[in-house]
């Protein structure tokens, strides 16, 4: 069955940087698009970024431009997303999406999520 586990959250300054994994298992991971979606209590869910299946290209939410970066390792069956200067309004559950297809867009299976925390 689709397993998607995340890691790497935790707790970082405004400002400070953190790396997000996702480890994906039971289904064929160069076949799908990727994409890391973040939930904030009280909100609606937010998505962020997304990667082509291949990897050649990536979309990313407007307000974390130029801060965030989405990347995969086909061999390691492996998502990534690169977070830097981050900001308070960053907290959230992040969670890593399998798409339906090839492309970014619909996701059908989530990962459990993984709390990040902004704060000074």
């Known amino acids: 069955q689709v397993q998607l586990v995340e890691s790497g959250g935790g707790w970082a300054q405004p400002g400070g940087s953190l790396r997000l994994s996702c480890q994906a298992s039971g289904f064929t991971f160069t076949k799908y698009a990727m994409s890391w979606v973040r939930q904030v209590p009280g909100k609606g869910l937010e998505w962020v970024s997304g990667i082509y299946a291949d990897g050649s290209d990536t979309h990313v939410l407007d307000s974390v431009k130029g801060r965030f970066t989405i990347s995969r390792d086909n061999a390691k069956n492996t998502v990534y997303l690169q977070m830097n200067n981050l900001k308070p309004e960053d907290t959230a559950v992040y969670h890593c999406?399998?798409?339906?297809?090839?492309?970014?867009?619909?996701?059908?299976?989530w990962g459990q999520g993984i709390q990040v925390t902004v704060s000074a």
């Open positions: 999406a399998k798409g339906v297809y090839s492309v970014p867009g619909e996701t059908d299976y």
